[in-house]
């Protein structure tokens, strides 16, 4: 099974920006579909960004336009550049590996996002 360790979490002033890592164990990251999910106190996880092995995106209505998913394949690493932070972004943020065709699906144990003046 692949390990995902994320990082980048931390305290942010609304409208300022931050950055998120996955780094990916393993050598068949470049088959991986990629994806960021959130998590706030009392409410369910919810897809954040997903960027599949061809490198097509799809995100939430919520962050459309402020964050942007990308991957970096020879570094085994999806990043969320997000932008623009509002209160409701605050959550501890998992990265996500999937492959369904063949029973894959990982996650990593989280990291912490606040948003607060």
């Known amino acids: 099974q692949v390990q995902l360790v994320e990082s980048g979490g931390g305290l942010v002033q609304p409208g300022g920006s931050l950055r998120l890592s996955c780094a990916a164990s393993?050598?068949?990251?470049?088959?991986?579909?990629m994806a960021w999910y959130r998590q706030a106190p009392g409410k369910q996880r919810e897809s954040v960004a997903r960027?599949?092995?061809?490198?097509?995106?799809n995100y939430a209505d919520s962050v459309q336009g402020r964050f942007t998913i990308s991957r970096d394949n020879a570094r085994n690493t999806v990043y969320l550049q997000m932008n623009s932070l509002k209160p409701e972004d605050p959550a501890v943020y998992f990265c996500?590996?999937?492959?369904?065709?063949?029973?894959?699906?990982?996650w990593g144990k989280g990291t912490l996002v606040t948003v607060s003046s």
């Open positions: 996500n590996a999937n492959v369904r065709a063949w029973g894959m699906d990982s």
């Open positions: 393993g050598s068949d990251f470049s088959f991986y579909a």
């Open positions: 960027i599949t092995a061809g490198g097509s995106t």
